[in-house]
Structures are given as C-alpha cells and as structure tokens.
C-alpha cells in the first residue's frame, strides 16, 4: 500500500515562510514526477508546482518567484517552501505523486492527505 504523508505547514502572517512537506512509504518500487496542488474552501483545486526525477521545475504564475520546489530521490520526499506569503496562499496543500506501486503493473498518482497553510493579514 502506497502512502503520502505531509508535514509542516502552520499559520503566519503576510510576508512570512513556510514549508510543507511530502513523504511516500509503502510498497513504493519508484517515484516519477511529484507536484503540489492547493484548495480554499469554495474554490477549485489549483496546480502549484511540479517536480521532475532530475530535478526540472514549473510553477503556477502567481506563485512564481516565491516558491521553491524541491525533492530529495532517495528520501522519496517533496518539498515546498513558500516565502513572503499573502492571504491568496491561504489553502489545504495536497502532494502528489506518481508512483510504481512493487505490487502493481503500471504507474498511478497518489494524492497526500491535505495540510493547512493560513496567511493572515
């Protein structure tokens, strides 16, 4: 069974820092590419930024400049560390993966559990 489990995340004010982070466990065999998305209560579901194996990045436009995305291959972790921070990024932040399951024939995504990052004025 193929896990995404995220950390980090918390509350701060405009203009500050966090980090999330995102870990696969289980039967993982590999890991492809790796990505975060992002909902706010009554909004749809926002691409963020995606991660390939060799490190290639792309970001959504208005976070651009402010967000890094990184991962580290053998921890099979993605990161997301967001600087100067606005109320905009106020969201549940979900990773995503797709992963070859050591069970399985095929690669197929998987999806992170959701964590909190609020912005505060």
């Known amino acids: 069974q193929v896990q995404l489990v995220e950390s980090g995340g918390g509350s701060v004010q405009t203009g500050g820092s966090l980090r999330v982070s995102c870990t696969a466990s289980g039967s993982v065999a590999a890991v492809n590419g790796m990505g975060w998305y992002r909902q706010a209560p009554g909004k749809v579901r926002e691409w963020v930024a995606e991660i390939t194996t060799d490190g290639i990045t792309h970001y959504e436009n208005s976070v651009k400049g402010r967000f890094i995305i990184s991962r580290d291959n053998g921890r099979r972790t993605v990161n997301l560390q967001m600087n100067n921070l606005i109320p905009e990024d106020t969201a549940v932040y979900l990773c995503?993966?797709?992963?070859?399951?050591?069970?399985?024939?095929?690669?197929?995504?998987?999806w992170g559990q959701g964590i909190q990052v609020t912005v505060s004025a």
């Open positions: 995503t993966a797709n992963i070859w399951d050591i069970k399985g024939s095929y690669w197929s995504d998987y």
